[in-house]
């Protein structure tokens, strides 16, 4: 079983930065595909971003590329946010999510392919 546990949330302003973690990812037999997603208040959860433990191959949603930055420590076991230029629009709940196996690249953005999600840490924007 695979626990994963995000932190780092908060409030920033618009513009402004924030990096999230997400312990106990990164184990490459339990976790060959790692996403991010987030879930806005009366939306529907959307993807973020993801990575190929294998490879480092990073995918990202058009929403936040050029912003957002995913990466993973394999030595800490644990996968990374790095959210820059943050928007109004970026305020959700993100989720950290893992799933054991490779997916192909048009599924590594689709959360119905992933099974291990941690609880979820609040990021708020604020004007």
């Known amino acids: 079983q695979v626990q994963l546990v995000e932190s780092g949330g908060g409030s920033v302003q618009a513009g402004g930065s924030l990096t999230l973690s997400c312990a106990g990812a990164?184990?490459?037999?339990?976790?060959?595909?790692l996403g991010w997603f987030r879930q806005a208040p009366g939306k529907e959860r959307e993807a973020v971003a993801s990575?190929?433990?294998?490879?480092?191959?990073?995918y990202y949603a058009d929403s936040v590329k050029g912003r957002f930055t995913i990466s993973r420590d394999s030595a800490k076991n644990t996968l990374y946010l790095q959210m820059n230029s943050l928007e109004l629009e970026d305020t959700a709940v993100y989720y950290c999510?893992?799933?054991?196996?490779?997916?192909?690249?048009?599924?590594?953005?689709?959360?119905?392919?992933?099974?291990?999600w941690g609880q979820g840490t609040q990021v708020t924007v604020s004007s």
């Open positions: 999510a893992a799933v054991p196996k490779l997916l192909p690249p048009w599924r590594a953005l689709k959360d119905a392919e992933y099974i291990y």
């Open positions: 990575i190929y433990t294998r490879d480092g191959s990073t």
């Open positions: 990164g184990n490459t037999y339990s976790s060959h595909c």
